[in-house]
C-alpha cells in the first residue's frame, strides 16, 4: 500500500443515499479470478444510463467521489474498494459509512472521509455548479477543504488508522513492522511446538 497524506482534485458527486457493495460492483465482478480490472465493472449497471454522473464529461479525471449518506452497505466485498480505486478515485466523502466498508477502504488505502451531513450537502451543491472545483482531503491535519467554495471541514480517523495511511501500511506491512520480534520470538520456541516450515 502506498502512502497517503493529501489527495486533492475534482469530484464526482453521485447524490444517491444508502449505495450498497452490490450496486458499487455486481455480484457478477465477483467471479474474475485476478485483482485487477475491477473498474470496469463500477457502478456498471447505473452507467447503462447515459446520464449517470460517471458518464459526465465534465467529471472525468476525478480523483474523489462524493456519496450520499449510508455509503457502502451491504455485503462486506473489498471488491467494491478495489473497483473504486482502480476507477481513478484516491478519497470517498460522505456524511455516513458502512462499518465493513470503512474498514476495508482503510486496509487498502482508499481514505473513508466521513464528514458533517450539512457540510456534504453544501460540498455536494458546490462540486455540482462548478465541476472544476478543487478539493483537498488532508490525512496529516484529517480535512476537507474545498477553498474557492470557503467549504472546510474535519473528519475522524483513528491514530492507528491514520498512521497506516501516512506510512502505506496494510496488514502484512504491519506485520513486518515486527520481524525481529517474530524471530526472537521462533528462537526461544520449543521445538516440540507445531512448525509452520
Aim: aromatic letters at 8%; proline letters at 5%.
Amino acid at each position: 500500500m502506498k502512502a497517503v497524506r493529501i489527495v486533492s482534485g475534482t469530484a464526482v458527486p453521485l447524490d444517491r443515499t444508502d449505495v450498497d457493495t452490490d450496486q458499487i460492483i455486481p455480484s457478477d465482478w465477483l467471479k474474475r479470478v485476478e485483482r485487477t480490472g475491477f473498474e470496469k465493472g463500477l457502478f456498471s449497471e447505473w452507467r447503462d444510463d447515459r446520464d449517470f454522473v460517471l458518464n459526465q464529461e465534465q467529471y472525468a479525471g476525478a480523483h474523489i467521489l462524493l456519496g450520499g449518506i449510508n455509503f457502502g452497505t451491504g455485503s462486506s466485498r473489498e471488491h467494491a474498494v478495489w473497483a473504486i480505486q482502480q476507477y481513478g478515485f484516491e478519497a470517498v466523502i460522505s456524511p455516513r459509512f458502512a462499518d465493513i466498508f470503512a474498514n476495508n477502504c482503510t486496509k487498502n488505502g482508499l481514505i473513508p472521509a466521513a464528514v458533517d451531513p450539512d457540510f456534504s450537502a453544501a460540498l455536494m451543491s458546490a462540486v455540482k455548479a462548478d465541476a472544476t472545483l478543487e478539493i483537498t482531503v488532508d490525512v496529516e491535519r484529517l480535512t476537507v477543504e474545498a477553498p474557492a467554495a470557503g467549504l472546510e471541514t474535519s473528519f475522524p480517523m483513528d491514530a492507528g488508522t491514520q498512521e497506516r495511511f501516512l506510512q502505506g501500511l496494510d496488514d502484512i506491512g504491519l506485520t513486518m513492522r515486527l520481524v525481529d520480534d517474530i524471530g526472537e520470538f521462533e528462537t526461544r520456541r520449543q521445538p516440540w511446538m507445531p512448525a509452520t516450515s
